[in-house]
T-cell receptor, first 112, second 114 residues
């Protein structure tokens, strides 16, 4: 399995600001995904980060709010833009196939 | 839309006893199911999976049962230990307009009582 690290591990941000979360994998992977886990809730897929092309967003998530970069096969970023308290969540990067996904430790975001 | 859900949000079990976590799904076309374990402060960790052409699969101390007739999935943990305390999610591969994606249920918090 791949080893995934995320930065920052946690942050407290003011509303209206933006935060970029980094995901680094220790090996080249084809598929990377970003999930959101709101407090006490399950995981919801935000988008699939595609290397060399625009990310594929799920219903309810848009590029202006959650821009994603995937410059190579080991790295991706997710930006949470113009944050509001409703964006307080854990954001998780995963890699692998659609069937077998390995999760990073997540970034815990609190928006005040 | 179709979704994966759980019967109980919390479950407490005496250490050493067996536990059963249940999950109902509604997408009859789903052909692959996974159980994840999420400990406090960590990302979900793969436990065990099962394909729709099976009704039972066993791992180390864990067994997953699939009942396609009633669209029910369960995770059995034998001889529970304190380290089994976590939130458990079932997930399925959902085909959505030709796209496949992993869809998670709401989670059950399992607490092992020493």
């Amino acid at each position: 399995s791949a080893v995934i690290s995320q930065k920052p591990s946690r942050d407290i941000c003011q509303r209206g600001t933006s935060l970029t979360i980094q995901c680094q994998v220790d090996s080249q992977v084809t598929m990377m995904f970003w999930y959101r886990q709101q407090p006490g809730q399950s995981l919801t897929l935000i988008a699939t980060a595609n290397q060399g092309s625009e990310a594929t967003y799920e219903s309810g998530f848009v590029i202006d709010k959650f821009p994603i970069s995937r410059p190579n096969l080991t790295f991706s970023t997710l930006t949470v833009s113009n944050m509001s308290p409703e964006d307080s969540s854990i954001y998780l990067c995963t890699v692998g196939s659609k069937e077998t996904q390995y999760f990073g430790p997540g970034t815990r975001l609190l928006v005040l | 839309g179709e979704s994966v859900g759980l019967h109980l949000p919390t479950l407490s079990v005496q250490e050493g006893d067996n536990s059963i976590i249940n999950c109902a799904y509604s997408n009859s076309a789903s052909d692959y199911f996974i159980w994840y374990k999420q400990e406090s402060g960590k990302g979900p960790q793969f436990i065990i999976d099962i394909r729709s052409n099976m009704d039972k699969r066993q791992g180390q101390r864990v067994t997953v049962l699939l009942n396609k007739t009633v669209k029910h999935l369960s995770l059995q943990i034998a001889a529970t230990q304190p380290g089994d305390s976590a939130v458990y999610f079932c997930a399925e591969i959902v085909k959505d307009f030709g796209n496949e994606k992993l869809t998670f249920g709401t989670g059950t918090r399992l607490t092992i009582i020493p």
